[in-house]
């Protein structure tokens, strides 16, 4: 699973009785239960910005139950922590300011504009706004944005973060990282280059349509040398964003104040509403929940929806539900089929485990609809370049997600299992809604004679296990439940690490069902080095329909997540590009002059 996302979920025993009330709830809105405005109403924010504002000031108060994984921008992997870096960091390019799917267009940040594109898309030129500051007042440089790129390779300090820049700025140099690098001014990557202090120029090992995706998260930060810490620089990371840090004691509180060194005419993305900001930590999520409904919070840090007792007390009240949201998170929670597991290495006896599916018990499993997600189909989420939805190759939404055992029968005739066959389902031990999945998917199994038995293993081992093919082969784990979500909005970004045979790893593995077809990997290749949007998005379509019709995988949802906003709030909407977050930077708090 990628690392970007904790999602915590409904004990496995309360998900049926929970999931038809979500199903039942009233959709009325109304007015909010805290104090400072009026609620839009549910789902508000999911396709508009509820209470828009400009007004600066007041304390913007968050919840959480989880700390960041780091704070320092080229370490953090965390969903939410890329949503909160904003406020400290910049970017030569980000996501747009908007609702919904406009979130995923791209726009300057410290840069003037997009990159000019030459050399057969494989050098990317950009240029520096002027008045961009650092917290003590010195400018932004171009030497900055490189420094900070490089500190990616110096994988024995800066660990945990992604390495999409590194993939595909090494040009074989072997660079060290600028801990050890021998260039007196420790710039010494050669496929960077800063001509003057405005301008960063990047040189690509080979065309990547994708590579300002890659800019635009936080491994793509500047990052000033002579404030550089190493391995504690996520402890206080040095500010070129409207907010600095205050304090921070992990697990803890977390502060931030004004930036007074950072200016508004340089940044043409943040209107920096609040005055402070605030985070307070909390091991008990349910205490953290009455706190938002009782009006000590605002909202929740993690994004990870209100947990059991607060969703039954919620979506029993209109008034509560008015101040929630329910948006796809980008998650596509799966079973992967095993086909190195036999008798899954024959096509028709993949298929039939799909067929025989109760994919509406998976759902309520989940949490249904509301908090668990709408049944999915494929393996490519809505925002993608090339999804669709409605693509449904095993007709797992007809009848209302039921079983098709006819179907499932001729498929095991198919396959020389006319009786059926017997495999291990292999989940998370920590994942309750994940267990809840395997118990129904083993009884929806059962009527066409495929017996399962679940083997719950220690989530937080979860690389180490169903991560090396060989522990997965020798534990005959024929499906795997787990889930995924984009690093960033693109075939690229979500589906390759699951399906392109040369990400097989013998430790850390994501492509589950070991596919390595040479017409996928082939695709993959054309369509990263493209930079025409809707030829790769047509590539990935291509590849998503080959994988689903040789049935590598059974989709279960299209994630979702209850989300809660105080009415405090302004200018909240969920962004597509933070996947079915609140766009936090955007922010502001009632009451404000």
């Known amino acids: 699973m990628s690392p970007r996302s904790t999602r915590l979920t409904l004990a496995a025993g309360s998900a049926v009785a929970l999931a038809a009330l979500l199903g039942t709830a009233a959709c009325s809105g109304g007015s909010g239960s ?17 209470h828009p ?56 940040d ?72 021998p ?11 800063t001509p003057d202090s405005q301008t960063v120029v990047f040189h690509l090992a080979k065309p990547n349509g994708d590579f300002e995706q890659m800019l635009a998260l936080p491994e793509g930060s500047p990052v000033k040398r002579s404030k550089d810490t190493g391995a504690k620089y996520g402890l206080r990371p040095f500010s070129d964003g409207p907010y600095k840090f205050l304090t921070y004691q992990p697990n803890k509180t977390l ?48 994004q990870t929806g209100l947990q059991q007792a607060a969703r039954v007390k919620v979506l029993r009240d209109p008034r509560l539900k008015a101040s929630t949201d329910d948006p796809t998170t980008g998650y596509i929670r799966y079973v992967s089929l095993v086909p190195a597991i ?81 495999t291990t389902i292999a989940v998370r031990n920590n994942k309750p809604a994940e267990v809840a999945s395997a118990v129904a998917l083993q009884a929806s199994l059962k009527a066409v004679g495929i017996n399962t038995q679940i083997d719950q293993y220690d989530g937080a081992q979860t690389p180490n296990i169903i991560g090396v093919p060989n522990v997965v082969h020798k534990k005959g784990y024929g499906l795997i439940i787990m889930g995924w979500g984009p690093d960033f909005y693109t075939g690229q970004g979500f589906l390759q690490p699951l399906v392109d045979g040369r990400f097989i790893l013998p430790n850390g593995n994501n492509n589950y069902s070991e596919i390595n077809d040479p017409t996928i990997n082939g695709e993959f290749d054309q ?61 502001g708090v009632a009451g404000a002059k």
Request: glycine share 10%; charged share 25%; net charge negative.
């Open 183 to 193: 260039s007196s001014d420790k710039l010494g990557l050669k496929s960077i280059d």
């Open 342 to 422: 036999k008798p899954l290495d024959n096509i028709h006896c993949r298929r039939a485990v799909i067929y025989a599916a109760d994919h509406k018990a998976l759902q309520t499993a989940r949490g249904g609809p509301v908090a668990g997600g709408d049944i999915g189909t494929n393996m490519l989420p809505d925002g993608v370049k090339g999804a669709d939805v409605k693509y449904d190759p095993f007709g797992q939404t007809s009848n209302g997600g039921a079983p098709d055992l006819a179907r499932a029968r001729s498929e095991l005739q198919q396959c020389g299992k006319p009786n059926g066959f017997s």
């Open 53 to 108: 504002s400009t007004a600066k000031g007041g304390t913007l108060r968050f919840t959480a139950a989880q700390d960041f994984d780091s704070l320092d921008p080229q370490r953090g992997y965390y969903g939410f922590m890329w949503d909160f870096a904003r406020y400290y960091t910049r970017q030569l390019i980000t996501y747009d300011t908007k609702p919904g799917n406009a979130s995923l267009r791209l726009v300057p």
């Open 255 to 302: 502060v931030l104040v004004r930036n007074d060194r950072w200016h508004k005419s340089s940044d043409p993305i943040r209107p920096a509403l609040p005055d402070r900001i605030e985070v307070t930590y909390g091991s008990n999520a349910d205490d953290l929940d009455s706190k938002m409904l009782g009006g000590d919070a605002d909202l929740d840090l993690n």
């Open 527 to 587: 369509a990263i080095a493209t930079t025409d949007a809707d030829k790769a998005g047509q590539l990935y379509s291509d590849i998503n329909h080959r994988v689903m019709e040789d049935a590598y995988y059974l989709p279960i949802v299209y994630d979702k997540a209850l989300l809660w906003r105080s009415d405090r709030l302004t200018n909240a909407y969920i962004a597509t590009s933070y996947s079915g977050k609140y766009d936090f930077v955007s922010l």
């Open 110 to 181: 410290l840069a003037t504009s997009l990159a000019q594109v030459t050399d057969g898309g494989r050098t990317y030129t950009y240029h520096l706004r002027s008045g961009a500051t650092w917290e003590d007042g010195s400018p932004v440089t171009a030497q900055d944005v490189k420094y900070g790129i490089e500190r990616t390779w110096a994988q024995d300090v800066i660990t945990g973060g992604p390495i999409w820049l590194m993939q595909n700025l090494d040009d074989g140099q072997k660079y060290p990282g600028p801990y050890k690098d």
């Open 34 to 50: 805290s104090g400072g405005g009026t609620a839009a109403g549910f789902n508000a924010a999911a396709t508009g910005v509820v």
